[in-house]
């Protein structure tokens, strides 16, 4: 972005496209309200589940415990979660990041880190994805940077998230 104003109006507009659209998504079913760590939807409603500035950004907050019934319950109804940005209020790494990774794969889930190009907050540039057990990572097509895995203390590459999985 190249100013801060830029990104002001750039941020404004995407509300004012939001707000514009609420009423119809509403009526439409595209709107629906819900909380975590429980929501109301079937198992594998969804292709992709995305938790933008909640998850991690509230590591103050939000639990640990919290943290994994979220994910494991954004999992259940969608085969891949994406969860941005994994840093807390104060700009530093989420203190949950590490034993959310390890208690997911232990779980079996395949968990990477991947850096993207929307940075708002300095250093706010990675997202988790997190994906159910028995997927493999599998990089979207157009993801910005390179996917990398957090592999857990003597785990081997294969099925769960280490390095082989790429």
Known sequence: MPDPEALGRLRLAAMERFLFDYPAGQRDGRYVPDSLPRLGFADATFDLALCSHCLFLYSGRLTLDFHLASIRELCRVAAETRIFPLIDLA???SQHITPVCAKLRDEGYAV???????????????????????HR?????????EARFI????TPGEGKGGGADL
């Open 91 to 93: 700009g530093r790494p």
């Open 112 to 134: 990477s880190i991947q850096k993207v190009d929307y940075e708002f907050v300095k250093g706010g540039n990675e997202m988790m994805v997190v994906r159910g057990e028995g």
């Open 137 to 145: 990572f599998i990089p979207s097509p157009g993801t910005p940077g």
């Open 151 to 154: 592999p857990s203390p003597g």
